[in-house]
């Protein structure tokens, strides 16, 4: 029965939260960066990505994006996506699924309102820059 369910612990996996200088904008912008600190590659991975919570006293709730990459190598990271400043004040959520062998792992990473800021740095696996991480 439920006991009889092995759910695997993802561990080396993060999510990271940094800050990029980007040209369109000619401003430093917030993007969330899959980390993959393992000796072993993650495969089949999927990211699905939203923000909500109060706003205004008013509940906010945004689209769930998607991602997927093939592949994620040991000892690399990728870029999910953008991370709006206007979402910064809600629960940024980063519902990860991936296979490692022939083991399905899942892990939702969820950044508190507010907590995507210069005040949280520290330095992330694998890129070696100061950015807000997710163990």
């Known amino acids: 029965m439920k006991k009889d369910i092995h759910i695997p612990k993802v561990e080396n ?42 706003l205004n006293g008013e509940e906010r709730r945004t689209s769930k994006l998607r991602h997927d990459f093939i592949e994620v190598l040991p000892n690399t990271a990728v870029r999910i996506e953008m991370i709006e400043n206007s979402v910064l004040q809600l629960n940024n959520s980063f519902m990860v699924t991936f296979f490692k062998g022939n083991t399905l792992y899942d892990k939702n990473f969820v950044f508190k309102a507010n907590t995507i800021s210069a005040d949280n740095f520290q330095e992330i696996p694998v890129i070696y820059k100061d950015g807000v991480l997710l163990k």
């Open 13 to 54: 996996v993060y999510v990271a939260a940094m800050q990029e200088w980007n040209d369109d904008f000619m401003e430093n912008t917030w993007y969330a960066y899959l980390v993959n600190d393992g000796a072993e590659k993650l495969e089949s991975v999927i990211v699905v990505s939203s923000a909500s919570g109060m």
